[in-house]
C-alpha cells in the first residue's frame, strides 16, 4: 500500500533537499553561522514505557504494523533535521519515537498490554547526509495524568545524544502537565510544536539539535 507523497514503506524517508556546494560545503552554511552555537533541544525523562524488546516492524510509518494497518486518531508526519550546535548535520543520526496509542495505551507490559495491537507504537530512521527525518504517526492522544506527547531518542553509531519529548502547540493539558510546567520559555518552544493540516493529514516540524 502506497501513501501520497510516500515512496515505499521499507524506503528510508531521509533524502532532504539540502544542496550542496562544489565545496561539498552546504549552500545554506556560512562561517558567522558556524560561529553562533545553537542551544541543544532540551532534555526530559525516558519515562516507564521504553520498549523492552524492539518491534519486528519498527520502521517510519507507525500506522502499520506489520500487516495490520491502525485507522484510529489523525495521521500526522512529524519531521524535521538533526544537527549538531553549529548547525551542520548529523549524518548517520538514528532518531527513535514512541508513543501511546488514540486510548493513550503502550505497547508495554507495565501498561497492561492493552494497546491497540494494529498501531506500531514505535519507530526509528537513519538520517542521511541532510539530517533529515520523517515519521508516519497519529497525531499523539492524553492519558490520565500526561498531557499528549511523542517521547523521542538521538543515538549515534552506540552514543544516546537526546532523550526528549514532543509536544502538542496550544494543547489544554499542557498546563496540567508537571513536565511540561518544568519547562522555561525557551525550552517549551524549543519541545512544543504546532500540527498543522496538510494534503495528507497534520505536519509538525520538530528541529533536533544535539551535541555529537
Known sequence: MQYPNSPSRRTLLAHGTGI?????????FSPARAQTALRPTPSQTEGPYYPIALP????????????AVYKKGQVAWVEGVVTDTKGMPVSGAVVEIWQCDHEGNYH?????????????GFGKVA???????????????PYTGRTPHIHVKVRLDRKELLTTQLYVA?????????????????ERA????????SANGMRAEFPIVVQA
Open 20 to 28: 550542496l556546494a562544489i565545496t561539498g560545503t552546504p549552500a545554506w
Open 56 to 67: 519486528s516492524d519498527n520502521d517510519f510509518d507507525l500506522l502499520r504494523n506489520g500487516s
Open 108 to 120: 508495554h507490559p507495565r501498561d497492561g498490554g492493552k494497546a491497540d495491537p494494529n498501531f506500531q
Open 127 to 141: 538520517v542521511g547526509k541532510d539530517g533529515r527525518y520523517r515519521f508516519r504517526t497519529m497525531k499523539p492522544a
Open 170 to 186: 496550544g494543547d489544554p493539558g499542557n498546563d496540567r502537565d508537571s513536565l511540561w510546567r518544568g519547562l522555561d520559555a525557551q
Open 190 to 197: 524549543a519541545l512544543t510544536r504546532a500540527f498543522t493540516p
